[in-house]
């Protein structure tokens, strides 16, 4: 008897045990794009409010040369203050992740309306929300433009 309850048991802990982590689809990674050519066009226009809202509440931002930023009001400060730009692309390498927590890998190239041009690449770490979207909490990128010398 006390075979038949220790198999049944071990059966049932077994098999109710957590299944782990869901598998990562590729609706996900087409949000996870979507999402950056939203963001892209938001810079473009100048629309801090918006393109901040990718970032989640408590998000750190991290530009070259500068402190880190963290929490969303704090970002929109930061694009709100970045010179106007003429074009923006974000082109994602590599979009991988599981169920809740994704990453990008990819480069960017920018054109100011000053007519200087930047180019480079970022690392961003997502996290499904409640409301599914894939909102940015780390966001790091480094131009690939020598720094000037004297």
């Avoid at 087409?30 to 938001?42: E, G, H, L, M, P």
């Avoid at 180019?119 to 780390?138: M, P, Q, S, T, Y």
Wanted: charged share 20%; proline share 6%.
């Amino acid at each position: 008897m006390r075979a038949i309850v220790a198999g049944v048991l071990g059966c049932l802990t077994v098999g109710c045990g957590s299944p782990g982590p869901q598998a990562f689809l590729d609706t996900d990674k087409t949000a996870i794009r979507a999402s950056i050519d939203s963001f892209t066009v938001y810079v473009v226009q100048h629309r801090d409010s918006m393109a901040a809202a990718m970032y989640a509440e408590n998000a750190t931002f991290m530009p070259p040369n500068q402190p880190m930023v963290r929490g969303r009001t704090a970002i929109r400060e930061w694009m709100k203050a970045f010179p106007a730009i003429s074009h923006f692309t974000g082109s994602p390498i590599e979009i991988d992740g599981r169920e809740d927590l994704a990453y990008v890998r990819g480069t960017y190239q920018l054109s100011y309306l000053a007519g200087r041009t930047d180019h480079g690449k970022f690392v961003e770490v997502r996290r499904r929300d409640n409301n599914r979207r894939w909102l940015i909490i780390a966001d790091i990128f480094n131009s690939d433009v020598p720094v000037p010398t004297r």
